[in-house]
């Protein structure tokens, strides 16, 4: 047996007077809070020693006993519960008082009960999320927590420690960039949902007699795209369309839904594999981020040698939402003037023209990051981001196109690592979007579960897409950039400054208009030269697309209060 035991809180607190002092509103939840003083400059005994001495007494235990009572088991009985909470020994009265206040708070978020013990899961998910036992929330974490002690009981504090920290990095690496957690659940259940909801709809059983093909819009390297229409289905005949009739397609009202039609090349080699894989990256982007790319439809296969259509040739549908890309508006003369009563529903008041002109870039550029943003945190890499390849919707949204040259370095899908299919102009000086020793991946599930480490770890391959967003706001910006053939000028000088956007600006041979760039004390000028650069070891030198949405060129939020702002204006 013990020799003796720890005596109540009130003989304590009478024995000990300048040491401790009683705690707890409740009269089951006493406790008695050690006060920190410090001793005199003489060193006179403050009653320490003789505590301390009687702890001792109290805690000694006669080794012949077989069986510890519950009562000498612990420190403490209901209303001998010491809590020591450390203190400098400076503090004064003052601090006790603040220890006294915080050890309640302790006891209470801990949902420790009078015998010093902790709650169960039920009354701690009480403590610590204020939900009661009725609530669903807490009676399904309150069996999981339940379950998971179940589990643990064996196991000492330090392998309990080791296995929640396990647990813990774990989760932190399945969720990190790109999600190989989030991946798992868009292949294993949302892509098997859309699938079947597609099917329900009739969008996997698309026909070659479905559509009516209108006029051509644009030609790629693997496909041809032309404006479309749903025949409708009260059975209207179909005509062949040529000449103006092509044209007239879109304003033909017997024509309710519109669409835009890509057609795969056939004779072409790669080409099918990159339709292929175009189709693929539309499901895939259209489930992760259906904000930025158009609306998909699905494809078909032509049956038979008719007008555009070939037998056998693959067709892409999207919904239309729009026929001219940012490519068809830069080249216009009043660029970027021409974009502003799209994307802000008005022509802007009380600003001035050149003000005007830099909100409109602005607001493309934030909507382009904002996409780049989106696809990247999937694991998904554009790779021939242009504006060619930024549709422009009828409500001033810019969207994504052409995913035929994308990479999903989630799972390898796309992704060869000497190979890629770049436009020159747009490509950043790396050229591929890893390094060409970076190995093929391996098995989908395997490269799946190996992602974070070649995204956090060995590259970071988002940056990619980011340079030649920094070459399109460059375009939008500067007029002289906005030919064919100026644009190559600008690439060429700009490799010879050796990627630096500041060395150029100073060698150029032709003074080049940054106006617009260098407003609101250059904050464009210097979002450009952080998206055009070389890239340093562990992808720095170049922001990623979530570090550009913070830069102070998109803080300011110009655009969109001159937005607002316009629409209280009495003129137009």
């Not at 798992?184 to 007699?209: E, F, I, N, T």
């Not at 504006?387 to 899908?413: C, E, H, M, Y």
Request: hydrophobic share 40%.
């Amino acid at each position: 047996m013990a020799a003796s035991h720890l005596p109540p809180a009130a003989t304590l607190v009478k024995k000990y007077p300048t040491l401790l002092h009683p705690f707890g509103a409740k009269p089951h939840a006493q406790r008695l809070i050690f006060r920190c003083r410090a001793t005199s400059s003489e060193g006179a005994d403050d009653g320490w020693a003789s505590f301390v001495d009687e702890l001792k007494r109290s805690l000694q235990v006669d080794p012949s006993d077989a069986v510890i009572s519950n009562a000498g088991a612990g420190l403490t009985s209901n209303n001998d519960l010491v809590t020591a909470l450390p203190l400098e020994p400076s503090a004064g009265p003052a601090a006790g008082d603040a220890t006294t206040a915080a050890a309640g708070a302790v006891s209470e978020l801990l949902g420790v009960d009078a015998s010093g013990a902790v709650a169960t899961p039920d009354r701690l998910l009480s403590s610590l999320l204020h939900l009661d036992a009725s609530n669903p929330v807490a009676s399904v974490a309150g069996g999981a927590l339940s379950r998971l002690d179940a589990l643990t009981s064996g196991l000492s504090d330090a392998q309990r420690w080791a296995l929640f920290g396990f647990l813990a990095a774990t989760w932190l690496y399945l969720t990190a960039r790109p999600g190989v957690l989030s991946g798992a659940v868009d292949m294993y259940v949302l892509a098997p949902l859309q699938l079947a909801l597609d099917s329900v709809l009739g969008r996997r059983s698309l026909k070659m007699s479905d559509f009516v093909v209108g006029e051509r819009i644009g030609e790629g390297s693997f496909g041809v795209v032309y404006a479309g229409a749903v025949v409708p289905k009260n059975g209207a005949v179909v005509e062949e369309r040529s000449g103006k009739a092509k044209t007239s397609l879109q304003n033909d009202d017997r024509y309710k839904e519109k669409v835009i039609l890509k057609k795969i090349k056939v004779m072409t080699v790669g080409a099918k594999e990159c339709g292929d894989y175009e189709e693929w990256f539309n499901y895939r982007v259209s489930r992760a981020a259906p904000e930025s790319c158009a609306d998909f439809l699905g494809s078909f296969v032509a049956d038979k040698n008719k007008a555009e259509f070939v037998k056998g040739g693959k067709w892409l549908v999207w919904k239309f939402e729009g026929d001219r890309t940012l490519a068809n508006y830069l080249s216009e003369r009043g660029f970027p003037s021409n974009l502003e009563r799209l994307m802000f529903g008005r022509v802007l008041q009380g600003l001035g023209p050149l003000e005007r002109e830099a909100l409109v870039v602005k607001q493309v550029m934030r909507q382009l990051i904002t996409s780049l943003k989106r696809i990247h945190a999937t694991g998904i890499v554009h790779r021939d981001i242009k504006p060619s390849n930024l549709v422009v919707t009828r409500r001033g949204q810019v969207k994504l196109i052409d995913f035929g040259a994308a990479t999903d370095l989630r799972i390898g899908k796309n992704y060869v690592p000497d190979r890629a299919l770049l436009d020159p102009d747009y490509c950043p000086p790396e050229l591929y979007v890893l390094p060409e020793e970076t190995p093929e991946p391996p098995p989908e599930p395997i490269a799946a579960i190996l992602s974070p480490i070649l995204w956090q770890v060995l590259n970071s391959p988002d940056l990619f897409d980011m340079y030649s967003a920094g070459i399109v706001l460059m375009q939008m910006a500067i007029p002289t950039l906005r030919t064919q053939s100026g644009l190559k000028n600008f690439n060429a000088e700009l490799r010879s400054a050796g990627y630096d956007l500041n060395r150029w600006r100073q060698s150029a041979r032709r003074r080049p208009d940054l106006q617009i760039l260098d407003l609101d004390s250059g904050r464009g000028w210097d979002l450009a030269t952080k998206l055009i650069s070389e890239r340093g070891a562990n992808g720095g030198g170049r922001l990623s697309a979530a570090a550009a949405l913070r830069h102070p060129y998109f803080l300011l939020g110009g655009d969109q209060a001159a937005a607002v702002l316009s629409k209280f204006s009495l003129s137009k």
